[in-house]
């Protein structure tokens, strides 16, 4: 069904002309950052540990997971023992979710160390896209060796010779049967499993039928990983293997643009791109369009709140809604419910669309509060979150997954139920940091505090080192 072309002030493309050369040189700079927030991964049941330490959620929320510790300091890099080392990456997709861009980030990390790199996508199919295809040259300007269609003979011997095969996400899985067939036996000691999802459907026994038998898993958040080694072995009657928790970290790239002066980028995408004052409250959710990430009920919380500053007669500056995230090429009948929902509530004039994009960081620099909606079980972590955080901007999110690990609630946000009975808090929330600038400011300040003690790219570097090293010698045990 064709969908009806929105008004010029509901919808704004991704690239933005950049009208001096102080903006060319930013962009150059940004466009680098692999720091989407567009996560397949669901998150599990709701839980807080924000309030103890990791060593204690550790033992009392998931007794077997081994602690990845934080090491600071550091002399020289971490992952250098992983010098000449060939590493088989193998991803589900090549695509702007969160999982293959992670997974990027994670090879350009080794390739800092001259790791010998090669990735498969399965299943790859023949259709390229732009896409796909400037994803593809960014590993190999980064010294990515090979791009290898995964059903190929080749691929098979790289994962036989390889010291290391690292499968991104639940789904890869199937490539084990699916390509290695009777050899499968020989690759399975040195697989680790970076598993980022927590949708039902990803919980059957085709997929992760050889998880006991891996060298060990890599989950990105306490509750994720407690989720999966209960419904592994509740639902599959299998048992997880050595299971090790990283939190994820802000690209260097990234935290280069939230700690220098945004000023001028900000104020650009305000009145090129969005249309909106330079007082103007803007209200963001940057993430994939689809009803699990809670587009639909932001939007509600959004008409909600207008209704009470509209009752109240509170003064406040024009508030807006902002969602990244769009596929302006799709017409999905999710999206075409959206914009069917701010017609109806005639708040065209409040509402952006955003196409989705590489590169969030402007919309990062022009926002006040990201909300982060995620429903059911939540996010698996969301590393849009912490990008946020970098910012100096406060996070409305929904009180599951792991986006409980990442926000401290009162402190550098405010979290809500998900569901329908979330509305209402959150537009609640909205009112209360649409009225008082001072907390805005104090709980971006905390946010920020936080990401630069827990959430940065060398704490995650240092977290993966010591896995690799632990699943090296795992794998040496098991062979």
């Not at 990401?451 to 940065?456: A, D, H, L, N, T």
Request: aromatic content about 6%; overall charge positive; some cysteine.
């Amino acid at each position: 069904m064709p969908m009806a072309k929105p008004p010029p002030s509901s919808l704004s493309h991704a690239r933005t002309p950049l009208l001096t050369r102080r903006f060319v040189l930013l962009a150059s700079v940004i466009a680098v950052s692999l720091s989407l927030g567009f996560f397949l991964c669901r998150s599990a049941a709701s839980c807080n540990p924000t309030a103890t330490s990791d060593a204690s959620i550790q033992h009392e929320t998931v007794p077997k997971l081994v602690l990845v510790p934080t090491v600071h300091d550091r002399s020289g890099n971490p992952l250098q023992f992983m010098r000449n080392k060939l590493v088989l990456l193998v991803s589900h997709e090549l695509s702007l979710s969160g999982g293959p861009l992670l997974l990027m980030e994670l090879a350009f990390l080794l390739r800092g160390v001259n790791t010998k790199v090669v990735w498969i996508t399965y299943p790859k199919t023949d259709e390229a896209n732009d896409v796909t295809n400037r994803l593809e040259h960014k590993m190999l300007n980064h010294g990515v060796e090979q791009l290898l269609n995964a059903k190929s003979q080749e691929a098979i011997d790289v994962a036989l010779k390889s010291d290391l095969v690292i499968l991104n996400t639940a789904v890869a899985g199937k490539w084990l049967d699916g390509v290695l067939k009777e050899k499968v036996h020989k690759v399975l000691p040195k697989v680790l499993w970076w598993i980022h999802e927590l949708r039902g459907h990803y919980f059957k026994l085709d997929y992760v039928k050889h998880l006991p038998y891996v060298a060990g898993a890599m989950i990105d958040s306490y509750v994720t990983a407690a989720y999966w080694k209960n419904r592994t072995s509740e639902r599959l009657k299998i048992e997880m293997p050595k299971t090790y928790v990283v939190h994820l970290g802000n690209s260097k790239e990234l935290m280069k643009v939230a700690e220098g002066e945004i000023s001028a980028l900000r104020e650009h995408v305000r009145h090129q791109d969005l249309h909106v004052g330079k007082e103007d409250i803007l209200f963001a959710l940057i993430n994939s369009v689809s009803r699990g990430k809670g587009q639909d009920l932001f939007l509600q919380a959004f008409y909600q709140m207008l209704q009470i500053i509209k009752s109240q007669k509170i003064k406040v500056p024009p508030l807006h809604a902002v969602i990244v995230g769009s596929d302006m090429n799709a017409q999905t009948k999710f999206e075409l419910e959206l914009r069917n929902f701010v017609s109806r509530k005639g708040i065209q004039d409040r509402v952006h669309f955003v196409n989705k994009t590489m590169n969030v960081t402007p919309y990062l620099a022009a926002i006040d509060v990201l909300v982060q909606n995620s429903q059911a079980r939540g996010e698996c972590f969301g590393r849009i979150t912490i990008e946020a955080m970098a910012f100096h901007l406060p996070v409305l999110g929904t009180a599951a997954g792991g986006t409980t690990e990442i926000v401290v609630d009162g402190t550098t946000g405010l979290l809500h139920s998900p569901g329908k009975e979330g509305i209402m808090p959150l537009a609640r929330n909205m009112v209360d940091l649409a009225t008082h600038v001072e907390r805005r400011v104090r709980m971006g300040r905390k946010g920020y505090e936080r990401v630069k003690e827990r959430f940065m790219e060398h704490h995650m570097a240092d977290r993966i080192a010591d896995v690799l090293k632990q699943v090296l010698t795992t794998s040496k045990e098991l062979s």
